[in-house]
């Protein structure tokens, strides 16, 4: 597993200083959160809401349930550290779609962007099975005439 800036700023935040183990921190189970750390299930009510404050304040937003502690952060462009390739042929349909059609929808496709950023952890072949599944639903889409989401071209291995 390839470890991003995102995880390393996330470990740096939730380092704990007071004997306690570190939270684990996973990939999140739900589709549009980046990761979850069983922080509700380490610290009490109070310490856990100055934590939420404090990951706030660096510009993550969070969301605790069923025992963990959802967590997510603007990521307009890939985070340092990400996926450094091989971008394929699925990814290249991906980054071509976008360049074709640059009315793209103004609002964030956390969805997608938490697929991209799971995909590039585990390494090439999930990453160009996510842009595959990527490819389909936006070919569908445009399709029904309908616009494709806000994403930076290079989370498809570069710019314009």
Known sequence: MKI?????????????????????????????????????ELVPGEELEAVCRKLQEAGWETLSEN??????????????????GPFGPEAECCRSL?????????????????????AGEEGPETYENACRRLHHLWAERLRKK???PEISLFYFGGGK
Not at 9 to 29: D, F, H, M, V, Y
Not at 70 to 79: F, G, S, T, V, Y
Request: aromatic fraction near 8%.
């Open 4 to 40: 991003n800036a995102l995880r390393n700023e996330l470990k740096r935040l939730l380092e704990p200083g007071n004997g306690r183990r570190r939270p684990a921190i996973r990939r999140s189970l739900l589709d549009d959160w980046f990761y979850a750390a069983d922080l509700p």
């Open 67 to 84: 025992g963990w502690l959802q967590l997510r952060k603007p990521a307009d462009e890939p985070p340092e550290d990400w996926y450094e």
């Open 146 to 148: 309908q616009k494709l």
């Open 98 to 118: 976008l360049s074709r059609h640059p009315e793209q929808l103004q609002e964030k496709d956390w969805k997608t962007i938490c697929s991209l950023i799971h």
